[in-house]
Structure formats: C-alpha cells, structure tokens
C-alpha cells in the first residue's frame, strides 16, 4: 500500500504542547511507523511540512499525499485538554470504508496497550479529512497532558507503540504483545565496565535508574532494540545501554 504519513504539525508551529510536546513526540513516532511500514514493503510517502502557519502547514501535506496518489493519509497526533481527558481516539470523513475499518482497528490495538478507547468519530471539516482524494485518518495517539497517559506509554517507547498503529493497516506486522512473546534469553556480562552498567526504567540516558550491575556481572538479554538491550538481572528488569554488553553465546 502506498501511505501519505505526517507526524503532527511542524518545526515552525508545534502543535500541542502539554508535559510532553507533541511535534517531537510525533516526529519521532512518524520515524518508527514509516520504518515499519517500509520493511514490510509499503512505501511511505513523507507528508511533513515545515510551513510556517499551521493552515499552510495542513495543505502541503494533503497536497504532497495527493500528487503522489496515496491509498491512505495517515496523520499522526497527541490531544491536549484539560490534564484530565486521556485516551485515544480517531477522525475519519465517514463513517464505513477502508479509513473508518483500520481506525477502528488502531484504537481497539491502542486500548489493548492500556489507553481509554474514545473511538472513531466522523468529521467532514477537518481539513486532512476533507482535502485528501484518499481515504484518510487523524489518529490522536493520546493527550500529551494527560499524567496517565504517558505513565502507559512512556516504559515503552514509541516504537513499541508503533506496531499497534502498523498492524491495524497491515495485519502481517504484530502487535506489541505478540513482538513481547519472541522475546530471546541470551546469556551476557558487561564489557568496559568499572563501576557498574546502570539498568534504567526507558532506553534513554536521561531515564531512571532501577539498579546497577556489577562489573563482569551476568544478565539475561530479553530483547533489544536500536542501541538498547532489554534485560533481566536477579529481579530487576530495565534497559542498558547495547554498547557496554558482551554476549556469552
Ligand atoms: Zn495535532
């Protein structure tokens, strides 16, 4: 399939900006879906726009995925309210179709990761809606504003939470909890280590530290991602940094 993908407004004009700020938020999830979809032989049309005003903004987008002739226009964004609104909800122009059917499918993959399904509403004004020639979607991930809502999201990542999204347009490509279950469990110490590896909460250098493994100390690799090993030592489970790990076998 080919898809028109954006990931929420543009450098000059942020979006939502709550505890987390959407534009960064989405341009890194926008990375990871297109990455997704591309492995999976879809080709990806980048929407982004760095216009200055957000109506400008808007049409390069749908006029990009336009002139390209997309099957799909698939706009990726966070809510923000009041702090306490949370969830994740969909727009689409109608309510049957192939864009009403995968948006149902991304905010049922959505719920099962723990977030309150909104649903899908139809909207014949919103701009994407209105002016892409294809079937087209605005899926509001969550509400960057929303305490709760980042609690579920942020011990993954945004590209654990990218399968969910790719799977509703693509049931080839797992969920998250099916990527979870062919976890690996490989043997491994630390490499280069005098004080101690740390494990932390996120597969950041800035996330929290859970504990710290003893130089040359043996830890169980989970699974890994870009940089990043997912592991377990004793009772602890958290990320360490990839390049500080030695594999045993
Ligand atoms: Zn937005």
Redesign the pocket.
């Known amino acids: 399939m080919k898809i028109g993908l954006r990931g929420?407004?543009s450098a000059n004009c942020l979006?939502?900006v709550g505890l987390r700020n959407?534009y960064e938020q989405?341009q890194s999830l926008y990375r990871y879906v297109k990455d997704t979809l591309e492995k999976h032989g879809h080709e990806v049309i980048d929407c982004n726009s760095n216009a200055n005003t957000e109506s400008s903004e808007l049409r390069e987008g749908t006029t990009n995925a336009n002139s390209n002739k997309v099957d799909l226009y698939l706009s990726l964004?966070?809510?923000s309210f009041n702090g306490n609104a949370h969830g994740t909800e969909a727009w689409v122009y109608k309510d049957s179709g192939l864009a009403y059917n995968i948006a149902n499918k991304m905010t049922e993959n959505y719920e099962k990761l723990g977030f309150y399904n909104r649903g899908v509403k139809v909207s014949t004004g919103l701009h994407d809606l209105k002016y892409s020639y294809a079937p087209a979607i605005i899926f509001?991930t969550c509400f960057c504003d929303s305490e709760k809502d980042i609690e579920i999201w942020s011990p993954d990542s945004w590209k654990t939470l990218s399968f969910n999204i790719c799977n509703a347009i693509d049931d080839n490509i797992k969920e998250k909890e099916i990527i979870q279950e062919v976890k690996s469990d490989i043997k491994a110490t630390t490499k280069n280590v005098t004080t101690g590896l740390n494990i932390r909460e996120c597969p950041s250098d800035s996330s929290k530290i859970i504990t710290s493994i003893k130089p040359n100390g043996l830890f169980h690799i989970l699974w890994t991602e870009i940089g990043w090993h997912f592991v377990s030592y004793y009772d602890y489970l958290g990320y360490v940094s990839a390049d500080y790990v030695k594999l045993l076998e």
Do not use: F
């Open positions: 929420g407004h979006g939502a959407e989405m964004h966070m809510n509001e």
